[in-house]
């Protein structure tokens, strides 16, 4: 993954959340699934899309998955990411 700064990270986020729901949350820490009509389908679709968007692959095995499931949560697992390569 290249470098971005984290700014830049939550703003391709919020696009690709935004391009899978009806309203974006407001609160960037609200969970996708209890705040927007994202459904578990929805949350692997975003995912791949999030992995495609950042030439990343998620290793489920070493996140939590419900950090996964908020803008905030998504912003910071990138950024981590970010500055491990």
């Given amino acids: 993954m290249k470098e971005r700064p984290e700014p830049e990270i939550r703003d391709a986020v919020l696009r690709l959340v935004s391009e899978r729901v009806d309203e ?4 960037d820490s609200a969970s996708l699934l209890a705040t927007t009509n ?3 389908v929805g949350v692997v679709a975003l995912l791949v899309a999030i992995e495609e968007e950042f030439d990343i692959r998620i290793d489920f095995m070493t996140v939590d998955p419900v950090s996964l499931l908020s803008i905030s949560g998504l912003t910071g697992h990138l950024s981590t990411l970010a500055e491990q390569t």
């Fill in 24 to 27: 974006v949350p407001l609160d």
């Fill in 38 to 40: 994202l459904d578990s």
